[in-house]
């Protein structure tokens, strides 16, 4: 029998920009194999148009109209409000309400914590705990509220559409193989999902994609292949815990190292470029990093806030398979990530290390829960092939040829499994289109749906 969320509360405000966002607080079973085993409370903001009619018989403007379920990336990131992100009113304008949800564990959602996990006992139970906090479990939990949402529709008009950006979108292929039902279209901006057992086949790729991104940025920034190599060596001179950040952390040279992670994005080459040239200025004038150097690097990868990323990052991608620190491992193969190489030092991407978990001061508190995770092997599956081979379900997917997050050819693999999926393929953007393309890739995906080739 299928779970329906609970729904605690509902309280709406009109904010500028005219839209009327209600705030829903939901309560779901935390373990949907086990009901009676403990609940969550769940965080979602809707959004519609807020319209004043001039004519105030008229109640048309409190017709429901159809769901648009959005699923944010990460792992282990908050749902920012609607009237915050930039496809919002492009969404509206086509007429859906807008539903942006905090993933279990993020935002409002029963927000995992060092702190909020000691509360739930040792740390083998700590480590079972955030099992369930993968795209399976999200995935439930959208169903459960989706049955809450539309519990007086008309069966013609329960079923709602989903927007995936990045792992969410890697949530929303999980939607397509086991609750397909629920579902009337699927948009996916960047988030076609590897179909693998683990996390290995990932980095193989993904390595190679952000040595392409390094030689890129050196290409630009030529003056800051001697830059780098400097700050390396004064993160290097005393040890890995001699610089200390804001948060309490380290500074480590490998943490600098992973400034990489924004080479994805938009711009991201110009703000590592930004942060190398600001620490260089300070070893020019002053020797040693200033306060306001060391938070911006500190701030720039925010792990102490983000633990499901962290700890499940990796996770994510397993499938009866361990990921026993697979970025770690795979790193070896890629000699020209090494810090100690004559040539440029090459920054890296969206990987977790183990030593993140001595360098990051809330991550310290989670290394035994984080090996007992990397080391099970327990994972059920996150995706279903023989269901997405006859999937009728619409779905609509921008797949991004210079993705350094999510490889290109994998995604195109993963489309052509996806019975029915259409995609708009582009070398004009990165991974963070939504965001920063909106109004070309919203089209894009829209005309997909909308228009035909023949």
């Given at each position: 029998m299928a779970t329906i969320a609970k729904i605690l509360s509902r309280t709406s405000h009109a904010v500028p920009g005219k839209?009327?966002?209600?705030?829903?607080?939901?309560?779901?079973?935390?373990?949907?194999?086990?009901?009676?085993g403990g609940s969550i409370k769940l965080f979602a903001r809707s959004a519609r148009k807020l319209e004043k009619p001039a004519d105030p018989t008229d109640d048309s403007s409190k017709k429901q109209l159809p769901w648009l379920c959005f699923l944010q990336g990460g792992p282990g990131f908050p749902c920012p409000s609607p009237q915050y992100t930039p496809w919002t009113n492009q969404i509206l304008d086509r007429g859906y309400e807008i539903l942006c949800l905090d993933q279990?564990?993020?935002?409002?959602?029963?927000?995992?914590?060092?702190?909020?996990?000691?509360?739930?006992?040792?740390?083998?139970v700590q480590a079972n705990y955030m099992k369930s906090f993968r795209a399976d479990s999200i995935v439930k939990d959208c169903e459960a509220i989706r049955l809450a949402l539309t519990a007086d529709f008309p069966k013609e008009k329960k079923k709602w559409s989903i927007m995936g950006q990045s792992f969410g979108g890697f949530c929303a292929v999980t939607y397509l193989s086991f609750h397909p039902e629920g579902l009337r279209e699927a948009f996916l901006f960047g988030g076609?999902?590897?179909?693998?057992?683990?996390?290995?086949?990932?980095?193989?790729?993904?390595?190679?994609?952000?040595?392409?991104?390094?030689?890129?940025?050196?290409?630009?920034?030529?003056?800051?292949?001697?830059?780098?190599?400097?700050?390396?060596?004064?993160?290097q001179r005393f040890g890995n815990s001699t610089v200390r950040t804001p948060t309490e952390g380290a500074l480590s040279a490998r943490r600098f190292q992973t400034l990489g992670l924004a080479f994805g994005a938009h711009g991201g080459i110009d703000s590592v470029h930004e942060i190398v040239l600001k620490?260089?200025?300070?070893?020019?004038?002053?020797?040693?990093?200033?306060?306001?150097?060391?938070?911006?690097?500190?701030?720039?990868?925010?792990?102490?806030?983000?633990?499901?990323?962290?700890?499940?990052?990796?996770?994510?991608?397993?499938?009866?398979?361990?990921?026993?620190?697979?970025?770690?491992?795979?790193?070896?193969?890629?000699?020209?990530?090494?810090?100690?190489?004559?040539?440029?030092?090459?920054?890296?991407?969206?990987?977790i290390y183990p030593f993140q978990f001595e360098d990051y001061n809330e991550l310290a508190k989670l290394l035994p829960q984080a090996n007992m995770l990397a080391s099970d092997s327990s994972w059920p599956a996150v995706y279903d092939e023989a269901q997405l081979a006859k999937n009728d379900v619409p779905v609509y997917a921008a797949v991004y040829m210079d993705d350094m997050y999510v490889d290109f050819d994998f995604s195109v693999e993963t489309a052509s499994k996806i019975k029915g999926c259409k995609t708009f393929i582009t070398n004009a953007m990165y991974h963070d289109a939504v965001r920063s393309k909106m109004e070309e890739v919203t089209k894009s995906l829209f005309a997909l749906r909308d228009d035909c080739i023949d």
């Open positions: 839209l009327l966002i209600t705030e829903l607080l939901f309560e779901v079973p935390r373990d949907y194999s086990k009901p009676d279990r564990g993020t935002g409002l959602s029963t927000p995992l914590s060092a702190s909020t996990l000691g509360l739930r006992g040792d740390d083998p076609l999902p590897p179909l693998v057992d683990g996390p290995d086949p990932v980095y193989e790729r993904t390595y190679k994609k952000v040595a392409k991104r390094n030689k890129a940025y050196y290409e630009k920034y030529p003056e800051d292949v001697e830059r780098v190599k400097a700050i390396v060596k004064l993160l620490a260089w200025m300070d070893l020019q004038m002053f020797g040693h990093l200033t306060r306001n150097t060391v938070s911006a690097i500190d701030q720039s990868f925010p792990l102490d806030t983000s633990i499901i990323y962290a700890v499940l990052h990796e996770p994510i991608y397993c499938q009866g398979t361990a990921s026993n620190w697979s970025a770690e491992r795979v790193l070896a193969k890629y000699p020209e990530f090494s810090l100690d190489t004559d040539g440029p030092i090459y920054f890296t991407g969206e990987m």
